[in-house]
Nanobody, 121 residues
Framework: QVQLVESGGGLVQPGGSLRLSCAASGRFFSIGAMGWHRQAPGKQRDMVAVITSSGSTTYADSVKGRFTISRDNAKNTVYLQMNSLKAEDTAVYYC???????????????WGQGTQVTVSS
């Protein structure tokens, strides 16, 4: 079984910054794309940013220019640097990743438990 554990959430004032981390552990052959999604109360879960195994990135329009996703393949960890935070960024942030369990296998997605980010004065 694989596990994704997020950390780095918390309370921050508008305009502030936070850095989220998500570490993968367990038995797997490789990790494909990794990403961050968020879900605000009463809303659906939306993609925030995704990074492929080769480093290509995709961002939601609402976070472009403010958030940066990166990964450390040696540590099986993905990061989300969030700057210029706004009240509307308040949500539970979830990490997800695609895992392959053999060299010829397909990728299967897994999710972390989420970390709360609250932007408020």
């Amino acid at each position: 079984q694989v596990q994704l554990v997020e950390s780095g959430g918390g309370l921050v004032q508008p305009g502030g910054s936070l850095r989220l981390s998500c570490a993968a552990s367990g038995r797997f052959f490789s990790i494909g794309a990794m990403g961050w999604h968020r879900q605000a109360p009463g809303k659906q879960r939306d993609m925030v940013a995704v990074i492929t195994s080769s480093g290509s990135t995709t961002y939601a329009d609402s976070v472009k220019g403010r958030f940066t996703i990166s990964r450390d393949n040696a540590k099986n960890t993905v990061y989300l640097q969030m700057n210029s935070l706004k009240a509307e960024d308040t949500a539970v942030y979830y990490c997800n990743a695609g895992f392959r369990y053999s060299s010829a296998g397909n990728y299967f997605g897994s999710w972390g438990q989420g970390t709360q980010v609250t932007v408020s004065s």
